[in-house]
C-alpha cells in the first residue's frame, strides 16, 4: 500500500492511497471520486509516459510520498430538473384517462352485467356520443313521454361521466330510469334483481334513443340513430301453392345469425337469417298458406350490429335455453353478397377503389380501371361523417378527414369494433362481458368495473363451443373511401 499526493488544476489531493495489489484502473475510480474526472479521461504522468488501466504497479515507479500529475476535464453538474416527475395518479382526472387509453369501468349494482356490457359497446360509438351532446334538458317534444326523455339524459350523461373518470362509475341514475322506462328489467328473485337479456336492454335503448333523438326539440339529425344503425331490407314474400308474390320493405338495427348445425361461421348464419318461413292467410286460397320470404340488404349502415341467435324457449324448464354451437366470425367482414342487386351497383367503384388503394399499401399495381385517378383523390375514412346509408353521402358538405367536394361512400367492407359475450347456459344467468375496440386500436375488455387490455387475436376466439364467454352481439364499423 502506497500513498501519494496528486495534483489536479489547482488542487492537490494529499495522502491518496493506492492498493498496488488492484491495478491501475481502481486507483483511478478513486480519483474520479475526488475530482469527479472519468477514468477514461484521466491522464495521469508517471514515469515512462501516461499510466495504463492494466499497468503492472511493480514496473510503473511509483514511490511513498510521490507527487502525481493529472489532466482531464470533470463531468457537468447534473442540475435537478426545474420540474420534478409528474405521477399519474397527480394528473388531473381528464388527463389520466387520456393517459390509460381507454374508458372507466362500471359497478355491477346486482345482475347489472347485461346493462354494462351493452353501455360499454353503445359508448365506443362516437357518432352516438356526439348526438348525445346535443340532446338538452329542456329538449323534450310534446310527442316524446317523459321517461324516454329521462333515459337520453341519463344516456348522455352516463357516457359524458365515463369519458372523464378514471376509477368505475355507479351507473345508479341510468339503472332506476331504465328499469322505469322498462319494467322487465325489474324483476325480482328473492328480493334480489334478476339477470336480464343484454340484447333486449340494447335493443330497447337504442328504440328509446331512436324517438328522442329525432324529436322536433332535439337540435340533431332526425335520422340519426338510424343513419348510425339501420339497416334497410328488401324482401320477396311468395307462396310456392297459390303462385302469390309480393315485395317489402322494412328497417330493423341488426342482422340476426341463425344457428343450427349447418352453421360454422357467421356468414353462414347471416344467410339463414335472411330467409324465413311464415303462415299467414292467402287471398288466392281462401286459407292460411306457407309464404317464404327472402330478403336482400338495400342500405348498409356506419356500425352493423349482429346479433347471435343463440337463445331459445325451452318449455320443459321454462326459460331461454342456450345454443352453445362454436360459430366463428372474423375481424373483417364483407356483406357484399347480401346486398340487393342495386346496393351492389352502388358499391362497386368504392370497392374497386378501396381494392387498389390496400394494393398500393402492399406494393401492387392499381386496377386500370382507377388508374386515372391522381395520388391524393381517394383516402380511406372510417364510417364517421356518413349521412346516407344507401352508400354514399353528399359533397356539399366538407367533414373531417374529408376533402371538400367529395364524397365519403361505403365499400360493405366492415371491421370488428365491439363484442358483447355471455357465459352461461341461459339468457336470464350466467355473465355479460364487454370487449371493445378503443380509439389507439387496443382492445379492452370490460368485466363491470374491471378494464383488462386483451390481444387482438384473442377477441375471435370468443366463438362458443363450451361454457367460456361466447359472442352474443358483435358490432362492426364500416370502411368508407372518400372519392
Not at 250 to 255: N, R
Not at 265 to 289: D, I, N, Q, T, V
Not at 398 to 419: F, I, N, R
Request: hydrophobic share 35%; glycine share 8%; net charge negative.
Amino acid at each position: 500500500m502506497l500513498t501519494v499526493s496528486v495534483k489536479w488544476q489547482k488542487e492537490v489531493f494529499k495522502s491518496v492511497e493506492i492498493d498496488t495489489s488492484q491495478p491501475p484502473y481502481v486507483f483511478k475510480c478513486q480519483l474520479y471520486d475526488l475530482t469527479g474526472v472519468p477514468p477514461e479521461r484521466q491522464k495521469i504522468m508517471v514515469k515512462g509516459g501516461l499510466l495504463k488501466d492494466d499497468a503492472d504497479w511493480s514496473t510503473v515507479g511509483v514511490k511513498q510520498g510521490q507527487k502525481l500529475m493529472m489532466m482531464g476535464t470533470a463531468d457537468e453538474v447534473v442540475n435537478a430538473p426545474e420540474k420534478g416527475p409528474v405521477f399519474m395518479e397527480d394528473l388531473p382526472e381528464e388527463e389520466q384517462v387520456a393517459s390509460l387509453g381507454h374508458s372507466a369501468g362500471l359497478f355491477n349494482l346486482g345482475n347489472t352485467c347485461y346493462m354494462n356490457s351493452t353501455v360499454q359497446c353503445l359508448h365506443s360509438v362516437p357518432e352516438l356520443k356526439s348526438a348525445l351532446l346535443t340532446y338538452s334538458h329542456s329538449g323534450r317534444s310534446n310527442d316524446l313521454d317523459q321517461t324516454s326523455h329521462m333515459l337520453t339524459v341519463a344516456t348522455r350523461d352516463l357516457f359524458n361521466e365515463l369519458d372523464k373518470s378514471v376509477k368505475p362509475v355507479a351507473p345508479m341514475q341510468f339503472w332506476m330510469v331504465l328499469r322505469k322506462k322498462y319494467p322487465q328489467f325489474s324483476q325480482l328473485h328473492n328480493g334480489v334483481f334478476m339477470q336480464q337479456d343484454a340484447e333486449e336492454c340494447w335493443t330497447q335503448l337504442l328504440y328509446t334513443l331512436s324517438q328522442s333523438l329525432q324529436s322536433p326539440g332535439s337540435s340533431v339529425n332526425v335520422d340519426t340513430v338510424k343513419d348510425i344503425f339501420g339497416i334497410e331490407l328488401a324482401s320477396r314474400i311468395h307462396c310456392q301453392e297459390s303462385g302469390e308474390e309480393s315485395s317489402e320493405t322494412e328497417s330493423t338495427y341488426s342482422l340476426k345469425c341463425h344457428i343450427s348445425q349447418e352453421v360454422n361461421h357467421l356468414h353462414e348464419g347471416l344467410k339463414h337469417g335472411l330467409k324465413s318461413e311464415l303462415e299467414k292467410a292467402s287471398p288466392a286460397l281462401g286459407r292460411s298458406a306457407i309464404y317464404f320470404k327472402e330478403s336482400r340488404i338495400n342500405g348498409l349502415p356506419r356500425y352493423l350490429t349482429i346479433q347471435f341467435v343463440r337463445f331459445f324457449w325451452k318449455r320443459e324448464s321454462n326459460q331461454k335455453a342456450k345454443i352453445l354451437r362454436k360459430v366463428d366470425y372474423p375481424l373483417e367482414l364483407d356483406v357484399y353478397d347480401l346486398c340487393s342487386d342495386e346496393l351492389r351497383k352502388r358499391l362497386e367503384g368504392p370497392r374497386q377503389v378501396l381494392r387498389d388503394e390496400e394494393g398500393k399499401k402492399l406494393g401492387l399495381k392499381a386496377n386500370e380501371k382507377s388508374s386515372s385517378s391522381k395520388d391524393g383523390d381517394v383516402k380511406t375514412t372510417d364510417a364517421e361523417g356518413l349521412s346516407n346509408a344507401g352508400g354514399e353521402s353528399s359533397a356539399a358538405t366538407s367533414q373531417e378527414g374529408v376533402p371538400a367536394g367529395k364524397e365519403t361512400c361505403l365499400t360493405g367492407v366492415y371491421d370488428l369494433v365491439a363484442v358483447l359475450t355471455h357465459k352461461g347456459r341461459s339468457a336470464d344467468s350466467g355473465h355479460y362481458v364487454a370487449w371493445v375496440k378503443q380509439e389507439n386500436g387496443k382492445w379492452i375488455e370490460f368485466d363491470d368495473d374491471n378494464p383488462i387490455p386483451q390481444r387482438e387475436e384473442d377477441i375471435v376466439k370468443l366463438s362458443g363451443g363450451g361454457d367460456w364467454h361466447m359472442a352474443y352481439i358483435c358490432m362492426y364499423k364500416a370502411r368508407t373511401i372518400s372519392m
